[in-house]
């Protein structure tokens, strides 16, 4: 079929209508090949045409001159349980120059399952009415798969959301960048993101998106929480979604699990990039041995034509939590437990207590690299001064990722990109090009040192390893630290410093350094309640191991202000400490109250 012109009327329309069709089943796809050439061709739209419905639901559109070519059109029908029509719409605005013509339409797996004379096995479910067999983790997933709708029948509300109505018991964030946007009918930016919603296959439902034009930057993210869930016990329970990723710069769809209420939680699946204009369908399957909430995060691409789509999610098998938050994580958390009971104290909440005296000491003189408590208590939880991993230890330092895995530790961390400890001589023959041959402390392969093992996770990853909360250092506070990077896709090697959830830099190391051991120096100085992390980063393949040893924090703990007066080669800060006449002027704030450094001297 194609459009002639035959008059110059000003406003004119060529519609093409089909046939009335019943109901679609849920796998339902229409395709076509269409031709739009000249230079004033002009646009044209397929429309769906439901009955009951006033508004008529936009399935595909084409702009302008496609070139002298025939091109193919894909359309995800989906199920449409009521009678409907398409129509085929072509505008002219008075100046019509070329050809639009269209080819070859084509329905697939368009039917309702066919009924089956039996439905064994706990996999199956069989279907009231139509007597269609279908796999079962098709039940309850908002999808009509029966066509009489029985597979939908004494569902949990509460364990699904097809956006009509709200969020259901779905959250946003509140720690993300911004929110997710409930809509119908298309996306406001053209070719990007949903035409329609998933759950009718109409412009008239709802479903969520991420919206990408400004003020949105690269990487911004929104996050979506679920309710929290129940341990699974032994068996898993399952979560199924529906989502669109369409336009030239979509960016990342991710879905995370856990357990502590103030984490990030794991990685389950990820999405990225442009998946073409359709609706697809994802199933995950879940275990935890704790109490668990699922994250969903959609990260904004670098352009505006990177919107998201989520739609129909549902879980099956899962048990709501009767409780009302996840556990919080403590950020000082190093492996060591505090024992149950203190001795006999008067100390208030703001203060720590010693384990052997009961003594009361400041809370800012935990973990300050001085002991105060007489067992020296108040420095246990803390990461240690000088830390050569001899031990097999890690000297107070951990990995905050980790931490969350709890219960599934040992299934998801066997492939996760980690930090770890290793020695040259458990090195595999392929590794002893690209891993330290011996360790730094004994220049021995027995010698034990921390590596970011490469041969797992994927391009990009990235691996933390943190202290505890250190809550004061002193003016002249540095870390030092001996690293090695060789190999020919070794990633990078960063210094963060993370204080009340900002993150900075302090130092970075990016591809390969030799095959040596280099020392690194990183200055503090005064700061109070942060973290230090080591991030290694993965290159794009195994080829290449971030490893550190002979981490040292040198002269960080804070002033200790005596009651004796400075000598005449001493100058004595405004706080009453003594610093050497040779430290004034020097940029560097040696009394802590930057008296050392003030323009009147």
């Known amino acids: 079929m194609f459009i002639l012109k035959t008059r110059n009327s000003i406003s004119q329309i060529a519609r093409l209508r089909s046939p009335k069709f019943r109901q679609t089943g849920s796998n339902c796809t229409l395709s076509f090949w269409y031709y739009n050439y000249g230079e004033s061709v002009g646009a044209a739209e397929l429309q769906l045409l439901v009955d009951g419905l006033k508004q008529p639901t936009v399935l595909w559109r084409t702009y302008y001159s496609e070139g002298n070519q025939w091109l193919k059109a894909v359309i995800q029908l989906g199920r449409l349980p009521h009678p409907f029509q398409f129509s085929l719409d072509k505008i002219s605005l008075g100046v019509y120059e070329g050809v639009s013509a269209i080819d070859d339409i084509r329905f697939e797996n368009c039917a309702l399952p066919p009924p089956a004379l039996s439905c064994e096995g706990p996999n199956h479910f069989w279907c009231r009415d139509t007597k269609a067999c279908i796999d079962s983790l098709l039940v309850c997933d908002l ?75 690269f990487r911004d993210k929104a996050v979506l929480l679920s309710p929290l869930f129940n341990p699974s016990g032994y068996g898993t329970c399952a979560f199924r979604f529906h989502y669109h990723m369409f336009g030239k710069e979509v960016y990342k769809l991710s879905v995370f699990q856990r357990t502590v209420s103030n984490a990030k939680g794991w990685l389950l699946w990820y999405k990225f990039g442009n998946q073409e204009n359709r609706w697809i369908r994802q199933t995950l399957f879940l275990s935890s041995s704790k109490p668990f909430q699922i994250l969903v995060k959609g990260i904004v691409g670098d352009g505006f034509t990177g919107d998201i789509g989520l739609d129909d999610v549902s879980f099956l098998g899962c048990t709501l939590y009767n409780g009302k938050n996840l556990p919080t994580i403590s950020t000082t958390t190093s492996g060591t437990s505090v024992p149950a009971t203190l001795p006999v104290n008067n100390c208030t909440e703001e203060e720590f207590v010693c384990r052997a005296s009961g003594h009361c000491i400041q809370m800012i003189q935990k973990c300050d690299f001085r002991p105060d408590c007489s067992d020296e208590s108040d420095e246990s939880a803390c990461v240690t001064e000088v830390c050569d991993f001899e031990d097999k230890e890690l000297c107070g330092w951990y990995q905050p990722a980790l931490e969350q895995m709890s219960g599934n530790y040992s299934i998801l961390t066997a492939k996760t990109f980690k930090w770890q400890l290793g020695r040259g001589a458990n090195l595999y ?133 005596s009651d004796k007066p400075c000598t005449s080669e001493e100058f004595m800060c405004a706080n009453k400490y003594c610093i050497p006449k040779n430290n004034l002027c020097d940029f560097v704030n040696d009394c802590e109250d930057n008296s050392d450094e003030s323009p009147s001297i």
């Open 143 to 217: 999808v009509d798969d029966c066509g009489d709708g029985s597979d939908e029948e004494s569902c949990d509300p509460d364990l699904q959301c097809d956006f009509e109505n709200g969020l259901c018991n779905w959250e946003q964030d509140v720690e993300d960048d911004f929110d997710w946007i409930r809509i119908r009918g298309p996306t406001p930016t053209v070719n990007t993101g949903p035409l329609k919603d998933h759950t009718t296959g109409t412009a008239r439902g709802h479903y969520l998106y991420l919206e990408s034009s400004e003020p949105r930057q």
């Open 429 to 561: 023959p392929e590794e002893k090009q690209h891993c330290p041959l011996t360790d730094h402390t004994t220049c021995t392969e027995e010698g034990w040192y921390l590596f970011a093992d490469s041969s797992n996770g994927e391009f990009g990853d990235t691996a933390d390893i943190a202290t505890p909360v250190i809550s004061l250092t002193g003016p002249r506070c540095k870390i030092i630290f001996w690293n090695h990077m060789n190999g020919s896709t070794i990633g990078s090697l960063e210094v963060l410093y993370k204080s009340s959830n900002k993150i900075s830099k302090l130092w970075s190391q990016t591809g390969s350094q030799g095959p040596q051991w280099n020392r690194a120096e990183v200055f503090l100085g005064i700061r109070s309640n942060f973290q230090v992390i080591f991030r290694a980063k993965r290159g794009v393949s195994y080829m290449g191991d971030v490893a550190v040893d002979d981490i040292t924090f040198e002269d960080c703990s804070p002033l200790l202000i």
